[in-house]
């Protein structure tokens, strides 16, 4: 038998260190036609060495990701900066192109990867939202370390998410500023959804963990995917005995654990999962803004102050963007805060500065990225 607690209890891991992740996606187009649907075989072929030791993957629509390990904000930084120069480079020699942005807007949404992974869930979100979020979106995962107290950093993560969200929305669709948060939002709410607040975090992901619909069962302890079925009568993790006629394993939870993808999610570290693709140029901000505001004691009182009023707005913030008038004051407060935090924090003087051009371009007019975009695809 499993024990929830104790599993809820272990992805929440007290840590001395700051150290940040960074999991950024990308669409990857032909040059020459981007209506044309790229095979993973013509990517993978033209990507060269790459010299800051990411780690590459493919998602099941074809989309790129380049993954940092934990390092402190510079080194993670400069190693993905130099990664990805590389990878543009080969890539344009090969006739490909890499959208800076988080929801395809040329292509209908194809899978190419037929994981047993991605059958099962495939089967289990269906269409179209399933579909447009397994092969048409793209993110910034930003990975950061609990320190001391795992739910100060908890909390500031989740309030301050729509804010985030606002400032940059970067993937208008049919009204929405964020049309890939849209996606997420009409996906299967008990995984998607946010965690509960304003209790221990544990109690509250072991909730929100047994709470979960089941998407599938291995036939047998030990099976891997392969040997699994679709689960698609509703029913949550907390009936496991009864849907697989076993008793789950640890390893059943730690799979179920992989299939819930909530705005933030605990993993023995802190997944901030929310950030929409940003211009190729522009990504170093989101790291470097969610990095200071939820690490810096300073900078996160500051922007916690500002942000309570529009807490939990996170539909509000991806259809309008900054566009809504609190949103955008509660963003340039929290960019403020930010900007001083930085060199505190250990950021380049470069870095800091990119995050101020930003603000000059889009929170302080509040145009949320997604305005440039709709001018020009």
């Known amino acids: 038998m499993t024990d929830v607690q104790a599993f809820a209890r272990g992805c929440f891991q007290r840590t001395e260190t700051d150290r940040v992740g960074v999991e950024l996606e990308f669409l990857v187009f032909d040059a020459e036609t981007p209506s044309r649907q790229v095979p993973i075989a013509r990517i993978a072929d033209a990507l060269p060495p790459l010299p800051g030791g990411s780690r590459v993957t493919f998602e099941p629509g074809g989309q790129l990701e380049l993954a940092t390990p934990p390092l402190p904000l510079s080194q993670a930084v400069a190693g993905l900066v130099s990664d990805l120069d590389a990878v543009r480079l080969s890539l344009s020699g090969a006739g490909l192109v890499l959208g800076g942005f988080a929801l395809d807007p040329f292509r209908p949404p194809r899978r190419q990867l037929r994981l047993p992974r991605y059958d099962a869930m495939a089967a289990f979100l269906g269409v179209p939202y399933g579909r447009l979020m397994m092969c048409s979106t793209a993110s910034i995962q930003v990975n950061l370390d609990f320190g001391a107290n795992p739910r100060v950093r908890w909390d500031r993560a989740h309030l301050l998410g729509p804010v985030l969200v606002a400032a940059f929305a970067n993937s208008p669709r049919d009204g929405w500023m964020s049309g890939r948060q849209a996606v997420w939002h009409h996906l299967d709410r008990t995984r998607t959804a946010p965690v509960a607040m304003g209790g221990d975090p544990v109690e509250e992901w072991a909730g ?149 051009r930003f603000a000059a371009r889009h929170i302080e007019p509040g145009r949320s990225p997604a305005l440039d975009l709709e001018t020009c695809v």
Do not use: K
């Not at 789950?248 to 023995?268: C, I, K, M, N, S």
């Not at 996160?300 to 529009?310: C, M, Y």
């Not at 807490?311 to 991806?318: N, P, S, T, Y």
């Open 208 to 356: 929100y963990l047994l709470d979960a619909r089941l998407m599938l069962v291995r036939n047998r302890a030990g099976d891997g995917a392969a040997g699994c079925r679709v689960v698609l009568d509703g029913s949550p993790y907390r009936e496991f005995a009864r849907v697989a006629g076993r008793p789950p394993t640890d390893e059943d939870l730690a799979y179920h654990a992989t299939t819930l993808f909530p705005p933030v999610r605990p993993r023995g570290w802190m997944e901030t999962r929310y950030l929409d693709a940003q211009a190729l140029d522009d990504w170093p901000v989101c790291v470097a803004v969610v990095h200071a505001l939820v690490t810096d004691d300073r900078a996160g009182d500051v922007a916690l102050d500002a942000a309570w009023p529009v807490r939990g707005a996170w539909a509000r913030a991806a259809r309008f963007g900054l566009a809504e008038p609190h949103l955008r004051r509660t963003a340039e407060t929290c960019f403020r805060a930010a900007v001083e935090a930085l060199p505190r924090l250990g950021a380049e003087p470069w870095l800091v500065d990119r995050v101020g």
